[in-house]
């Protein structure tokens, strides 16, 4: 009895886990076209003016894309 409470508790916590990460990605691209045009802005900047804004490309990178940059 013990054994299958154990085993039934753990579905919702996988199906919780399996949905947040539909949505997260659902979200993510939602996103994706707001991404593409401040990535096309970022292409027409030079590195001096990126460095007059005390920024460097990488940061710009990641502060864009979140966690899922991989630069």
Known sequence: MAYTTAT???LPGAL???GGGI???LIWIANIQTMI???ERLT???DAD???RGTT???EIQRIF???AHY
Request: glycine share 4%; aromatic share 0%; no cysteine.
């Open 66 to 68: 979140g966690p899922r």
């Open 50 to 52: 990126l460095q007059a």
């Open 44 to 46: 027409k900047l030079s």
């Open 16 to 18: 919780r886990r399996i």
């Open 23 to 25: 949505l997260d990605t």
């Open 37 to 39: 045009d401040a990535t």
């Open 57 to 59: 490309r990488a940061a």
């Open 8 to 10: 039934t508790s753990r």
